[in-house]
């Protein structure tokens, strides 16, 4: 007879869904000839300075705990790569802490500040981790949903209305997974008197920081007012192309931090050491080739943007970030129906946009962090399933330039 374990698993837990994401990668991982757009990650390789730090690391026998928020060293080049990049100033001995990815960092951020039913704005769309986080520490996620009209961007007046007596934080990404939208830096100063009138606490995720590519980056924590109730999230998966080291970086006054880091010396203990060597490289020796890879994202970003509104899908252009958001709302499909087919007839794995939210319904998910030939031969696939269900845009050429 089967033993029924549903009476013993906590009911937060039960009611958790998986991700929509892995989903379709795990998909798309079991058939051949796929191309996928789908997961966010970088096609580079983790620059070798990085991994020769970390290999360096155990040769010279570096295996043990290191102190519960990281390596001093590193705290300190973190809280420099702060302050010249974004302009914040932290402390390395008491605000700082060296996370397992920028995830964790927005688990200990949400555990730490939550008590039973506090409300969480999240803006969305959003990345798929963010509500599930806020349930599991005993929160409510409340969504504001963001439209295309002004590029997916959150406005002071959609926070103001989204504000109840329960909220106490609210959490945003800038650039944003999945949208790519970058508020600059009034936008945030609009926002941030709307923080502050009532009082909130703001999570920044800011993961995406080095990836903007027309205006200058603005830490939330950099505005006005802001330092002392921002948990500024950021870490060195996209940037630096280490996402299979899991690396994260947590700032924020000490009050916030001497919390976070009880709950993280009881769940983590410390981030990998050898890892932490080679994120201590990335920060001293690595921008010339952070600054190479956005250059290539750009250019890709482009390619894509450009492509996608001529052959028939109508495509902001994101500010920040290696995503595109395009809506497919002109195929009558449902955003799951056209990932799905798409994947089956033309072995092309992007995200439905749902996953993200319900303001995410009738657009898709597509990471251009994929090689440019991969990126060519995705679009050809997408015109022709496009064509398929009658949407005839120009026809691509050889000649698209992408160098812009």
Same mark, same amino acid.
């Given at each position: 007879?089967?033993?029924?374990?549903?009476?013993?698993?906590?009911?937060?837990?039960?009611?958790?869904?998986?991700?929509?994401?892995?989903?379709?990668?795990?998909?798309?991982?079991?058939?051949?000839?796929?191309?996928?757009?789908?997961?966010?990650?970088?096609?580079?390789?983790?620059?070798?300075?990085?991994?020769?730090?970390?290999?360096?690391?155990?040769?010279?026998?570096?295996?043990?705990?290191?102190?519960?928020?990281?390596?001093?060293?590193?705290?300190?080049?973190?809280?420099?790569?702060?302050?010249?990049?974004?302009?914040?100033?932290?402390?390395?001995?008491?605000?700082?802490?060296?996370?397992?990815?920028?995830?964790?960092?927005?688990?200990?951020?949400?555990?730490?500040?939550?008590?039973?039913?506090?409300?969480?704005?999240?803006?969305?769309?959003?990345?798929?981790?963010?509500?599930?986080?806020?349930?599991?520490?005993?929160?409510?996620?409340?969504?504001?949903?963001?439209?295309?009209?002004?590029?997916?961007?959150?406005?002071?007046?959609?926070?103001?209305?989204?504000?109840?007596?329960?909220?106490?934080?609210?959490?945003?990404?800038?650039?944003?997974?999945?949208?790519?939208?970058?508020?600059?830096?009034?936008?945030?100063?609009?926002?941030?008197?709307?923080?502050?009138?009532?009082?909130?606490?703001?999570?920044?995720?800011?993961?995406?920081?080095?990836?903007?590519?027309?205006?200058?980056?603005?830490?939330?924590?950099?505005?006005?007012?802001?330092?002392?109730?921002?948990?500024? #999230?950021?870490?060195?998966?996209?940037?630096? !192309?280490? $996402?299979?080291?899991?690396? @994260?970086? &947590?700032? /924020?006054? +000490?009050?916030?931090?001497?919390?976070?880091?009880? #709950?993280?010396?009881?769940?983590?203990?410390? !981030?990998? $050491?050898?890892?932490?060597? @080679?994120? &201590?490289? /990335?920060? +001293?020796?690595?921008?010339?080739?952070?600054?190479?890879?956005?250059?290539?994202?750009?250019?890709?970003?482009?390619?894509?943007?450009?492509?996608?509104?001529?052959?028939?899908?109508?495509?902001?252009?994101?500010?920040?970030?290696?995503?595109?958001?395009?809506?497919?709302?002109?195929?009558?499909?449902?955003?799951?129906?056209?990932?799905?087919?798409?994947?089956?007839?033309?072995?092309?794995?992007?995200?439905?946009?749902?996953?993200?939210?319900?303001?995410?319904?009738?657009?898709?998910?597509?990471?251009?962090?994929?090689?440019?030939?991969?990126?060519?031969?995705?679009?050809?696939?997408?015109?022709?399933?496009?064509?398929?269900?009658?949407?005839?845009?120009?026809?691509?050429?050889?000649?698209?330039?992408?160098?812009?």
């Amino acid at each position: 007879m089967k033993k029924e374990y549903s009476h013993y698993i906590s009911e937060t837990a039960q009611e958790l869904q998986p991700s929509g994401i892995r989903k379709f990668f795990d998909l798309a991982a079991s058939m051949k000839d796929v191309i996928s757009l789908g997961v966010g990650e970088p096609d580079f390789v983790t620059p070798w300075n990085i991994r020769e730090a970390a290999i360096l690391s155990l040769e010279q026998g570096y295996t043990a705990y290191t102190a519960n928020p990281g390596l001093l060293e590193l705290r300190q080049e973190i809280s420099n790569y702060l302050r010249t990049r974004f302009a914040v100033n932290y402390d390395p001995t008491n605000q700082i802490i060296v996370t397992v990815g920028a995830s964790q960092a927005i688990d200990l951020a949400f555990r730490a500040i939550l008590n039973q039913g506090d409300e969480v704005l999240i803006v969305e769309p959003a990345f798929v981790s963010y509500a599930p986080l806020v349930a599991i520490a005993g929160g409510t996620p409340v969504a504001i949903s963001t439209s295309p009209a002004n590029g997916f961007k959150l406005t002071a007046e959609q926070l103001e209305g989204a504000i109840t007596e329960k909220t106490k934080a609210i959490l945003f990404c800038s650039p944003n997974n999945p949208t790519g939208s970058t508020l600059n830096k009034e936008e945030l100063k609009e926002i941030a008197a709307i923080v502050e009138k009532h009082d909130l606490i703001v999570i920044s995720d800011e993961i995406y920081a080095e990836l903007t590519y027309e205006e200058t980056y603005t830490s939330f924590a950099a505005i006005e007012g802001m330092y002392e109730r921002t948990i500024l #999230i950021n870490g060195f998966s996209k940037g630096f !192309a280490m $996402t299979g080291w899991r690396l @994260g970086m &947590l700032a /924020a006054p +000490k009050e916030f931090i001497e919390v976070m880091l009880k #709950i993280f010396q009881y769940t983590t203990m410390c !981030a990998p $050491t050898m890892l932490q060597y @080679g994120a &201590l490289e /990335a920060l +001293k020796n690595t921008f010339h080739e952070v600054d190479a890879m956005k250059r290539s994202y750009r250019m890709r970003r482009n390619y894509v943007v450009h492509t996608l509104n001529k052959i028939g899908l109508d495509c902001h252009t994101p500010g920040g970030a290696f995503y595109v958001f395009p809506s497919i709302k002109a195929t009558g499909l449902s955003s799951e129906q056209f990932a799905e087919e798409l994947l089956m007839k033309e072995k092309v794995a992007v995200v439905p946009g749902n996953v993200f939210g319900e303001s995410g319904e009738g657009y898709i998910r597509c990471s251009y962090a994929a090689s440019m030939p991969h990126l060519q031969e995705a679009m050809k696939r997408i015109q022709k399933f496009l064509e398929s269900k009658g949407i005839y845009g120009e026809k691509q050429t050889e000649e698209i330039k992408i160098n812009q």
